[in-house]
């Protein structure tokens, strides 16, 4: 089904899009299964409309909008943004959305709101993934306000031109290009604003190996592998080396969000 | 079952091509390009997995010897052991070619800094001397006594290797599969050390 949207400009990298099939098919979404082929085989139990996100918390506008009203609440744009795992690979993918500040100045965040929350839908009967316990459901994430506020920060709702797969965290997730992928919350069904800096899914699951930042940073290793270099999916083969990944993922417009923070400590 | 020699060479055959299976596989997906979005990590996983099954296969030997009465079971073990070692060879080689481009130095940092690889890595350097003295006239150079005493490494390979493959996985909360694992390794471990204790308790009843 497509989902027609202007490519803006600003952030159209020029680099060589990852394969609809490879992007569709290789998916982290725990909901779905552990293995990266499951989502594609078992997302088609997800039923992404009719759908709607409710908006709470420390704002003055509470409310509860649905997927028609999200979809024209701005309007909509092409993206071409890298995405970087956290498991070493990489993608380039055109994503379709606006930022997620429009929709974070529409409710109006009181002197209270410091953090935003995003929680992802947790049906047994639509996620066979939530049967196993590998993490603590719903999967939560989250950011700094100000973090969420950057207008790279993007409310998506398709990508290639046409509505979110299932797989792909349908009908609306975020993509956070500057952070590992798994910071960028799936088939959300809340968002909430907090006080205090929420509980995300991974910190809690292993708070050693993924911290509530998650910017892509190669100075600081996962413990269980180097984070300074990445592979590009579908273009560096077996016999390619690696690539150098770069500091917040390529996006240095970020940095200033970061200024004066040792990244080593809060990573 | 009592198998005679012509059999005998004939299941030998037989076991030896499907246990080349795999690796034929994998070559005939790298030329059809069906390993899927990430190659290295799918040729990375499956020589993993398939070293386990086969350290596994192996491991159940000797109990499956005893338990059946099929005493020329053991008679497929050596090769069974030694494809252990080709699978786990073709895993290592995945990680310093395909992974690493032979960057010895980068290879051992990882080596070094990363627990699960130090196990696996381990696991592996262990496994060399069992495949280079896995012939007769090794067996006859060492003394059968002494031969039995090395082979007997593979009770520490095989909970090492369960170990690399737990922590790999606990990076991303993963249990399931290596978890069963473990059952299984421990279990053939575990029905020799109980038989071991009953013999003794026998053996003991008798000195009385």
């Known amino acids: ?267 | 079952m009592n198998v005679t020699n012509q059999q005998l060479a004939r299941i030998k055959w037989i076991l030896f091509a499907l246990a080349l299976l795999p690796f034929l596989r994998l070559v005939a997906y790298t030329y059809l390009d069906k390993l899927g979005a990430n190659p290295v990590e799918f040729i990375t996983r499956n020589t993993g997995d398939w070293t386990l099954y086969f350290l596994c296969i192996t491991l159940a030997m000797t109990p499956l010897r005893k338990l059946l009465q099929w005493h020329w079971i053991i008679r497929m073990r050596r090769m069974l052991g030694l494809y252990v070692f080709f699978y786990a060879f073709l895993h290592f080689m995945t990680f310093l070619w395909f992974d690493h481009f032979f960057e010895f130095e980068e290879m051992w940092t990882d080596v070094l800094k990363r627990p699960f690889i130090t196990v696996g890595f381990s696991a592996f350097v262990l496994l060399i001397p069992l495949a280079l003295t896995s012939s007769n006239g090794m067996i006859k150079r060492l003394g059968g006594k002494r031969w039995q005493l090395l082979h007997r490494l593979v009770y520490v390979i095989a909970p090492l290797a369960v170990l690399h493959y737990f922590w790999m996985k606990a990076g991303k909360h993963d249990f399931a599969q290596p978890l069963l694992f473990a059952v299984i390794v421990f279990s053939l471990l575990g029905i020799r050390v109980f038989w071991r204790w009953r013999a003794h308790l026998t053996h003991n009843a008798k000195a009385f």
């Open chain 1, 1 to 267: 089904q497509k989902l027609a949207a202007a490519v803006n400009p600003a952030y159209a990298l020029m680099e060589k899009k990852t394969s609809y099939k490879d992007a569709t098919t290789y998916n982290n979404f725990y909901e779905f299964g552990t293995d990266k082929a499951d989502p594609a085989m078992t997302a088609g139990s997800l039923k992404p409309r009719p759908w709607s996100i409710s908006i709470e918390g420390e704002i003055k506008k509470p409310m509860t909008l649905d997927l028609d009203s999200l979809l024209k609440l701005a309007p909509l744009e092409e993206r071409i943004y890298r995405l970087r795992c956290v498991e070493g690979w990489s993608m380039v993918i055109p994503w379709v959305g606006y930022s997620l500040s429009q929709l974070i100045k529409k409710v109006e965040p009181n002197s209270n709101a410091r953090f935003v929350e995003f929680i992802t839908l947790e049906d047994k009967k639509q996620m066979p993934g939530l049967r196993s316990p590998v993490l603590e459901w719903p999967y939560v994430e989250g950011l700094r306000l100000d973090e969420a506020m950057h207008p790279l920060a993007l409310l998506t709702f398709g990508m290639y031109g046409e509505v979110l797969p299932n797989q792909n965290g349908a009908p609306v997730r975020i993509v956070l290009p500057w952070k590992y992928g798994f910071k960028s919350a799936k088939s959300i069904v809340k968002i909430r604003f907090t006080k205090e800096q929420p509980r995300t899914a991974w910190n809690i699951a292993a708070p050693s190996e993924y911290g509530f930042y998650s910017n892509v940073n190669p100075e600081v290793n996962h413990p269980r592998w180097s984070q300074a270099s990445e592979r590009r999916i579908g273009e560096d083969g077996l016999l390619s080396r690696k690539r150098k990944t770069l500091m917040f993922n390529g996006y240095s417009d970020v940095a200033a969000l970061y200024a004066g923070m040792d990244l080593k400590k809060f990573f």
